[in-house]
């Protein structure tokens, strides 16, 4: 049996309990919220283990107009100008608003924010909290700040699998509880759900993360944007853990560097070497590993015995594998880290499905394009929740519909999924690897059952990718290397990817030129 929870009609439920969610949450207040998460409140999530910072022009040497064209050029093409300006220009207010909140950034002995240089940054922007454990540092406070606040309820071991409709506007959501199947009462959604690194085996995200926003907004029929565009971090810990720990590119914009085995600097004549914009590296270092070589960050010289108080976190990581930044090569590998698509959204968060905000990663909203540029993540994730929230509460709070109902789908697998993505959709793709994908996901997607939902996530990266005839940023395909001349997002909705799906198939592989 199915239970009702109606004591919850009437609250905005914002599902995910990262830096997005919380501050959706809390920006609400004291309009009634109720946060619906599968783990514990502000656990299992990117948010917590980023270990960048948040990028603002704060600076006295820095501007808007700086942070916009190392963006804009980031993103290779596909940013949205318009809505990418005013998301960077709101960059000091939302630094300030998570002060407000109880943050506490690291700031020097006169009181100025402590910047740091990042990858691709023409300046020093980074603002960091406790160093290199800023995600965890910012989300600790802000889970604080959300326990305190009376008018946020908070659903933690929740899942939602489905979001119920009436027509086109969503009505409720369908969740897994620990005592079975029970339905929420929502007519405003906001969905804060993450990324999708699990589908992948290398990954430094949550492994259960799949992109499950974007399965519950692709199901509802929601508008899906630049699917194809999966961030590889160039330096994760080559180690057996899972996921994978991440090795900041901010100790490369300390002066580390990268070397192959035989102790070759083979980014040295790149522009920017290091510091070039992650596509750009994490191609390069998976070419290397490509033919049979390793690679390896060397902070020896620039960093040398400050390395465990300047990263304590990355230190542990490294000493837990075995190695001593501060003396020996710390082996590095590419791994999914950031998914620059997801759900189309405008500039407050909403989606094309009435009643239903989408912020975070698990949001497409052009501020990224075709790669994203360094710590700009946790910058989105706190400007588009405050704004979601703002919009929210402009609107009159909506009697509670009645959806549809419908049985509790079966919990995800992403075991076949996962080596099916890791193998087929990775650092570079050709027609014949995606359509292989695309052959091996399709009845998944369309057969309900344990796998159906990652299936149909994965399907949208491979449909994306196989249409984009193109490299772009961190969409690289061997058969089509150079890209075109003039760039355009693709956007469609589940139903149109599934009829794409089919007449990919349905043709014999043209070869390129």
Known sequence: MTERLDHLAGHV?????????????????????VIVTRAGLGAETSSAWAQGGIAASLGVDDSVDLHLADTLAAGDGLCDPVVSASILKEAPAAIAQLE?????????????????????????????????????????????????TPS?????????????????????????????????????????TGGLGGLYDASTNPSGNFGQGIMLA??????????????????????????????????????????????????????????????????AVGAEIARGGRVFLDARNALGASFSSRFPTIDRFCREAGVDPSRELVPVRPAVHYHMGGVATDACGRSSVP???????????????ANRLASNSLLEAAVMGMRAARDIAGLAPEASREGRSQPLPAPPDLSAIRHIVSRHLGVLRNAASIREAIAGLLPRAEREGPSSDPAIVALLIGVFAELRQESRGAHARTDFPMRLAKPQRRVMR???????AHDILSHPLARSA
């Not at 407000?100 to 691709?120: H, S, T, Y």
């Not at 309820?153 to 969503?170: A, P, Q, S, Y």
Request: glycine letters at 10%.
């Open 13 to 33: 439920a914002v599902v995910g309990s990262g830096l997005a969610g919380l501050v959706t949450a809390l920006t609400l207040a004291p309009r009634p919220v």
């Open 355 to 369: 009643g239903l905000w989408v912020v975070g990663e698990a949001a497409s909203t052009g501020l990224h394009g």
């Open 100 to 148: 407000q909140f109880g943050v506490r950034f690291d700031r020097n002995g006169e009181g100025a924010f402590m910047l740091g240089l990042e990858a691709a940054h023409s300046r020093r922007r980074i603002v960091h909290a406790q160093g290199d454990a800023s995600g965890a540092a910012v989300v600790r406070v802000l889970v604080e700040a959300v326990l305190r």
């Open 494 to 500: 589940l139903s149109d990817a599934l009829e794409a």
């Open 218 to 283: 692709a199901r509802a029929g929601a508008m899906l944007a630049d699917m194809e565009f999966v961030q590889f971090h160039p330096t994760a810990l080559d180690s057996p853990r899972r996921p994978l720990a991440l090795v900041s590119e901010a100790v490369r914009g300390e002066g580390a560097v990268l070397l192959n085995e035989k102790g070759e600097r083979f980014l040295a004549r790149e522009p920017d070497a290091e510091l070039a914009p992650r596509d750009v590296v994490a191609r």
């Open 152 to 192: 946020i309820k908070i659903l933690t071991g929740v899942e939602v699998r489905r979001l119920l409709m009436d027509g086109d506007h969503v009505t409720g959501l369908l969740c897994a509880t620990s005592s079975g199947a029970a339905v929420l009462p929502a007519s405003q959604v906001v969905l804060a």
